[in-house]
């Protein structure tokens, strides 16, 4: 669903205190989210505050689109 663009939020709250067996599951779930700039709410803080969003009633608010752009490393000695 993340990478078809078919939901505008995800809530994924993770217990960090304990291992999860699935964790490739999880940080591959927080990579998609990422890269088809899909907003992630890992924690409940986070995920009231989009929630509560006054953009999700907003029509005329777009979301700017990511910008990619070349970083090159060797500018800052890396």
Not at 35 to 48: E, F, K, L, Q
Not at 68 to 78: A, L
Request: glycine letters at 2%.
């Amino acid at each position: 669903m993340v990478v078809r663009k078919e939901i505008n939020l995800a809530i994924f709250l993770i217990d960090d205190l304990n291992a999860q067996p699935h964790e490739a599951d999880i940080m591959m779930l927080l990579r998609q989210c990422r890269v088809h700039n899909i907003p992630i709410a890992c924690n409940r803080y986070s995920a009231d505050l989009m929630i509560t969003s006054t953009l999700w009633d907003d029509m005329d608010y777009k979301p700017s689109p990511p910008r990619y752009e070349k970083f090159d490393r060797s500018e800052y000695g890396f």
